[in-house]
């Protein structure tokens, strides 16, 4: 399995943007470059589910609900794919997992918190 390596999450307001990105340090290009790679994402007490996928070609594809915010992208040179995302939802909260489909390869994961505007609520007596 390849070894990868994400990083870029955070904390964010609702609205704003993070680039995530995740790297095969210890591939060689010849195993890195040929396959397709893909972030997946987990949030509590749910199933991991795909985000975006991008072919050794650079086709991609996007679960419907990021589709228009989320952009995938990869540089062989590097060893490096990347999600930009933007417009960022609280429902968007989850581990983000980068994915080497030949090897089967899985990252460590990294966190994306996005919090809500918030709701104002007054006591009064």
């Known amino acids: 399995q390849v070894y990868l390596v994400e990083s870029g999450g955070g904390s964010v307001q609702a609205g704003e943007s993070l680039r995530l990105s995740c790297k095969a340090p210890r591939a060689i290009t010849s195993v890195f470059n040929p396959s397709p790679m893909a972030w997946y994402r987990q949030a509590p007490g749910k199933q991991r589910d795909l985000v975006a996928q991008i072919s050794n070609a650079g086709r991609t594809n996007y679960a419907d609900s990021v589709k228009g915010r989320f952009t995938i992208s990869r540089d062989n040179s590097r060893k490096t794919i990347y999600l930009q995302m933007n417009g960022l939802l609280p429902e968007d909260t989850a581990v983000y997992y980068c994915?080497?489909?030949?090897?089967?390869?899985w990252g460590q994961g990294t966190q994306v918190t996005v919090w809500g505007q918030g709701t104002m609520t007054t006591v009064s007596s």
């Open positions: 994915h080497h489909v030949q090897s089967q390869g």
